[in-house]
C-alpha cells in the first residue's frame, strides 16, 4: 500500500484478497514510512499519519495485519516478502517518476509473482497509450471507455484472518502524531494544519458536505467558492476517485453541475496522470510543451514590471495585495482555490527573472506548502499556467509571449475577492 491509503474501495487490496482466498492464504498490508520521500514535510506527513492510523484499525479488526515500518518502500516489501514467506505480492499503482522506479526495483528483487492495480484513477494512468496533447483529445478516450468501468469496489471478506502476527511494526495506534513524526526525523519546518485531519472518514464526510451544499452551485459557481475540497484526501488516496464519482453521479443536483464536476474529476484529473506517467519531465520546465517554451524564451529578456525573490514570493512580500492574500493563506492552510492557483503561478512567471526559475519557484511552494502537493495535478497546473501545457497559443504579448494571460484583477472580481475563497 503506497498510493492508495484506504481500506475500501481499494482495488488492489481487494484483489490482494481475492488471490489469497484462492490459494487458502492470509493477507498482510505492508506500507513503508520513508523519511526522505521527495518534498514531503511535518504537513504532509500528519495529514498522512491521521488516514493510516483509521485504515490500520479496520484492517488489524478485519485479520488483514498491517504493517508499518520506517523504510525505503523498494527495500521493505522485499525485506518483508522473503520474512513471511510470501506466495504473491500486489501493489497499488502511482503516476509519479519515484513512484514508478520503486514499483521496478521492487519486480526486479521479488522471486514471487508481482501485479499493480490501478487505484487512484478510474483507468489506468497508461490507458490512452500516448502523452495526451489536450483535454480535447483525450476526452473521447475517456468517456468511450466509462461504461467498462467499475464504479462499485467492495471489500471481500478474508477467507484465512490473522489477528496476531508477531513481527516487527509500528503500531501507529500506539503514538501521537507528533511522537511518530519524531520517530520518523522528517522535515519540521512547515507545521501540520490543526485543523485539517486525514482519513476515509473526513474524506467521506467533506464528499458528503460537498455534495449537499455546493454541488447544486458548480456549474455556475465553480470559480468562486464552490469547489470540493477533497483534493488533498485525493491525493493521499483516502478516498477513491470510482466512490466520488459514484456519489455525485447519484447526486440529486442539476446536471449540468455534475457534468462540470465530474469533468474535472474524470477528463482533466485523468489526463494529469496521463502526462506524468509519460513525461518523465513533468516537474521542469522541460516538461512544458515546445511552442510555450520556444513563446518564453523568445521573452525571456522583455522587462518585468518588478523581479522578486523565492524568499519574497516564499514571505508573501509582493505589492499585490491578492496575491500575498492566496499565497499567506497556502502557507497557513495548505489550500488554495483552484482557480486561484492558476493566477497565482502566472504571477509568479510575470515577477521572476526567467521562466525556468518561475516554473522552479511554483512548483517549490506548491509540493512544500499545499496539502495536496506532490502530485500529478499540482505538477500538471503548474505546467498549464506557466508553460502552456494542455492549452494553446494566445496573442502575443510581453513575457508571456503565446501564454495565456490572466490578471488578479480579473481573478478579484470573478472571486468576489475575499480571504476565504
Known amino acids: 500500500m503506497q498510493a492508495a491509503q484506504r481500506a475500501d474501495d481499494n482495488p488492489a487490496l481487494n484483489e490482494a484478497i481475492r488471490r489469497a482466498n484462492a490459494l487458502g492464504a492470509p493477507v498482510v498490508v505492508f506500507f513503508a514510512l520513508d523519511p526522505a520521500y521527495p518534498s514531503a514535510n511535518a504537513r504532509h506527513y500528519a495529514f498522512m499519519l491521521d488516514g493510516l492510523r483509521e485504515t490500520e484499525a479496520i484492517l488489524d479488526s478485519s485479520g488483514i495485519p498491517f504493517i508499518l515500518r520506517r523504510v525505503l518502500p523498494e527495500e521493505g516489501i522485499s525485506v518483508l516478502a522473503r ?17 514508478r522506479a520503486w514499483r521496478e526495483k521492487v519486480s526486479a528483487t521479488l522471486t514471487v509473482p508481482f501485479m499493480q492495480v490501478t487505484t487512484n484513477t478510474v483507468l489506468p494512468a497508461h490507458a490512452f497509450g500516448r502523452l495526451a496533447a489536450t483535454a480535447g483529445i483525450l476526452r473521447p478516450f475517456v468517456h468511450r471507455h466509462l461504461p467498462d468501468v467499475v464504479w462499485e469496489h467492495p471489500r471481500p471478506a478474508i477467507n484465512t484472518p490473522i489477528h496476531d502476527l508477531n513481527v516487527p511494526r509500528i503500531r501507529l495506534a500506539k503514538h501521537t502524531t507528533d511522537e511518530l513524526l519524531r520517530l520518523l526525523g522528517c522535515d519540521r519546518s512547515v507545521p501540520r ?140 492552510t495548505g489550500f488554495m482555490h483552484g482557480y486561484t492557483r492558476m493566477v497565482w503561478a502566472k504571477k509568479i512567471l510575470e515577477w521572476s527573472e526567467t521562466p525556468e526559475d518561475a516554473h522552479a519557484t511554483a512548483v517549490y511552494l506548491n509540493d512544500r506548502y499545499q496539502l495536496d502537493g506532490r502530485d500529478p495535478n499540482g505538477y500538471t497546473g503548474i505546467a498549464w499556467s506557466i508553460g502552456g501545457r494542455h492549452d494553446r497559443p494566445w496573442p502575443q504579448r510581453p513575457i508571456f509571449g503565446a501564454i495565456r494571460y490572466m490578471s488578479t484583477e480579473s481573478a478579484r472580481r470573478k472571486l468576489g475577492f475575499s480571504t476565504a475563497f
Open 83 to 99: 520474512e513471511l514467506n510470501a506466495l504473491e505480492v500486489v501493489a497499488d499503482i502511482g503516476a509519479l517518476r519515484h513512484q
Open 193 to 332: 494544519v490543526a485543523t485539517a485531519h486525514g482519513g476515509s472518514s473526513p474524506a467521506t464526510a467533506a464528499l458528503n458536505t460537498f455534495i449537499t451544499e455546493r454541488l447544486p452551485r458548480y456549474a455556475s459557481d465553480r470559480h468562486r467558492a464552490e469547489t470540493s475540497r477533497l483534493s488533498a484526501y485525493l491525493h493521499f488516496g483516502q478516498i477513491a476517485p470510482h466512490a466520488i464519482a459514484r456519489a455525485v453521479m447519484q447526486a440529486d443536483s442539476p446536471q449540468d453541475a455534475k457534468h462540470a464536476f465530474l469533468e474535472q474529476l474524470l477528463v482533466r484529473r485523468e489526463l494529469a496522470h496521463n502526462f506524468c506517467w509519460y513525461s518523465d519531465t513533468y516537474d521542469r520546465f522541460d516538461g512544458c510543451p515546445e511552442w510555450g517554451k520556444a513563446s518564453l524564451l523568445a521573452h525571456a529578456e522583455d522587462p518585468r514590471p518588478v523581479v522578486y525573490t523565492r524568499e519574497q514570493l516564499e514571505s508573501a512580500d509582493t505589492h499585490d495585495e491578492f496575491w500575498n492574500t492566496v499565497q499567506r493563506q497556502m502557507v497557513e
